[in-house]
């Protein structure tokens, strides 16, 4: 998408700490737009566990067209523990509804320390930089809502087309051409994370991974099984640069990796699709701390920066991360041991707008 003075955004506040993290987010985004220029135009648009508990849906009618219809848009967290569907499942969560709707086939995770954030690890800002390209539209998720159960047992059923691996295996070396390689030696590469020893799913999609290789012959491909994947993101994360993976695995080892980058509150993502894109952060509506003023908005910052870059607004998107960077290293933003921000939301938000500009 290419720049422009004007850019209208549709920002959905989700449930819980969402609302509060979104208003953050676009108090930063519309300070850093402002300094170089740009318009910033938001409309909002409901979704989510209170929607699905007013009207048995989590969007509203005529919302994948709407969402289609905008820039960008940046998504706050959603779902309530309390409000769930006939068969158990939670009501609210959108990621089966946007994803497949919007075909955003490829979900990218971030997963960098910055410096001057803690990490339970005892690696530093230099060791942890990569990403996590998760297939977005398939594998075990597709399963959502259509699995079968009695009360003696149940199934799901992981479903992986080549269309689909195909197309997020292409989508992972392209993610490495555009990246500086790994922390460890600088080499662009892309590790295939699977269990193609056991399932012949993975064995499907390590195979067209290998293909798929042959077409980048200047990155290094790489295979790993997800088991020793978990433990090498903590032990040795410096050797990764791009790791390419199914939806279920996707989804559990980026919170692993977030957890060494200073939490879930520091990461946020994006859903790519040829059409359309939204970002958001990696976790959930964490309902306990509503209205408390205590939850990490740096996360949807960085979504927001994810939004920005997408969007051909490069210059204001390294503003935001510049300035997020900073506010660590100055100890302007601090985090207790939960990861919130020992100033508070607001605060946090605030004392990175202040840095935009140094």
Do not use: W
């Not at 809502?145 to 149940?154: K, P």
């Not at 989804?251 to 879930?264: E, R, Y």
């Not at 290293?329 to 605030?350: F, N």
């Amino acid at each position: 998408m290419q720049n422009s003075q004007k850019l209208t955004l549709a920002a959905i506040p989700g449930d819980g700490i969402g609302p509060e993290l979104v208003d953050a987010a676009l108090v930063v985004l519309n300070a850093a737009l402002t300094a170089d220029g740009v318009d910033l135009e938001v409309v909002q648009e409901r979704a989510g566990a209170e929607v699905y508990r007013e009207t048995g849906s989590a969007l509203l009618p005529g919302a994948l067209e709407r969402l289609a219809a905008v820039d960008g848009v940046i998504k706050g967290p959603v779902g309530l523990p309390d409000v769930r569907k006939p068969d158990g499942t939670e009501g609210g969560l959108l990621g089966g509804l946007l994803r497949n709707g919007l075909d955003t086939f490829a979900n990218v995770r971030p997963i960098q320390l910055r410096s001057g954030v803690p990490s339970p690890t005892t690696h530093s800002s230099h060791d942890i930089d990569y990403v996590i390209v998760r297939e977005n539209t398939e594998g075990l998720y597709l399963a959502r809502g259509s699995g079968v159960r009695n009360d003696h047992a149940a199934a799901d059923q992981m479903m992986m087309t080549r269309h689909g691996v195909e197309r997020i295996v292409r989508f992972a070396f392209d993610t490495a051409r555009s990246r500086s390689g790994a922390p460890a030696d600088d080499v662009q590469r892309v590790t295939c994370v699977d269990k193609s020893n056991v399932l012949r799913s993975f064995a499907f999609f390590r195979q067209i991974f290998d293909e798929i290789s042959s077409e980048y012959p200047e990155i290094e491909a790489t295979h790993m099984y997800a088991d020793a994947a978990a433990g090498a993101l903590v032990q040795n994360p410096a050797q990764f640069d791009v790791l390419v993976m199914e939806n279920f695995l996707g989804d559990i080892l980026s919170d692993l990796g977030a957890a060494t980058a200073g939490g879930l509150g520091m990461c946020g993502s994006g859903n790519i699709g040829s059409a359309t894109s939204y970002f958001e952060p990696i976790h959930g509506s964490a309902p306990s701390l509503t209205g408390t003023d205590t939850a990490n908005p740096v996360s949807e910052i960085l979504c927001g920066a994810m939004m920005l870059r997408h969007c051909g607004h490069s210059l204001s998107a390294v503003r935001i991360e510049t300035a997020v960077e900073q506010a660590f290293v100055s100890g302007d933003i601090q985090l207790d041991s939960r990861g919130c921000p020992i100033a508070g939301t607001i605060a946090a938000a605030e004392s990175i707008v202040k840095l935009l500009n140094v």
